[in-house]
T-cell receptor, first 111, second 113 residues
Framework: DQQVKQNSPSLSVQEGRISILNCDYT??????FLWYKKYPAEGPTFLIS?????DKNEDGRFTVFLNKSAKHLSLHIVPSQPGDSAVYFC??????????FGAGTRLTVKP | ETGVTQSPTHLIKTRGQQVTLRCSSQ?????VSWYQQALGQGPQFIFQ???????GRGNFPPRFSGLQFPNYSSELNVNALELDDSALYLC????????????FGSGTRLTVV
């Protein structure tokens, strides 16, 4: 029962360019979406979130877009930096406890 | 703020044994959740505790159990270990509204042989 899907296991971009990470979901009851970043040997770190009543949330270089009709969200990183290289997880919250995660996308930003 | 700390970092157990993993929540956080992350997968929700009471459970068998203590630290216990239990176990703490983001520990890597 994979309700949150990240179909691209990896993404490679050049430093300074835009990184776009995508996520699809199937459950229309999700009311909050989050992105986490994970470095090796560390736990996931919260990055940015968006409520289902919004379609965009921006925090510095990071912007999350939500398209409810398509059940799709994306994370844009502009400009990308080598330090952004990590695994990015998309997560959705149908209530206050059972957060569902995608399988992750490994982003590599090349200098 | 000391963040979320988990112990041990690595553990090897034999099939059929029992294991206890420990988690110390971030200061001020009253909610703790446990996740299992298999290789190449995203974290899967095991259960959540809020103020020492179980507050939701994922699709895991009863041999996965937990506790939350008055200081909000937590334990995950797994009985009758199976080979498929080999995974990274993540503890995450939050305040009352985890929509603002959990704080995760670095995890315990459990290997069942």
């Amino acid at each position: 029962d994979q309700q949150v899907k990240q179909n691209s296991p990896s993404l490679s971009v050049q430093e300074g360019r835009i990184s776009i990470l995508n996520c699809d979901y199937t459950n229309s009851m999700f009311d909050y979406f989050l992105w986490y970043k994970k470095y090796p040997a560390e736990g996931p770190t919260f990055l940015i979130s968006i409520s289902s009543i919004k379609d965009k949330n921006e925090d510095g270089r990071f912007t999350v877009f939500l398209n409810k009709s398509a059940k799709h969200l994306s994370l844009h990183i502009v400009p990308s930096q080598p330090g952004d290289s990590a695994v990015y997880f998309c997560a959705a919250n149908p209530n206050n406890n059972d957060m569902r995660f995608g399988a992750g996308t490994r982003l590599t930003v090349k200098p | 703020e000391t963040g979320v700390t988990q112990s041990p970092t690595h553990l090897i157990k034999t099939r059929g044994q029992q294991v206890t993993l420990r988690c110390s929540s971030q200061s001020g956080h009253n909610t703790v959740s446990w996740y299992q992350q298999a290789l190449g997968q995203g974290p899967q929700f095991i259960f959540q505790y809020y103020r020492e009471e179980e507050n939701g459970r994922g699709n895991f068998p009863p041999r996965f159990s937990g506790l939350q203590f008055p200081n909000y630290s937590s334990e995950l216990n797994v009985n009758a270990l199976e080979l498929d239990d080999s995974a990274l176990y993540l503890c995450a703490s939050s305040e009352d509204h985890p929509n603002y983001g959990y704080t995760f520990g670095s995890g315990t890597r459990l290997t069942v042989v």
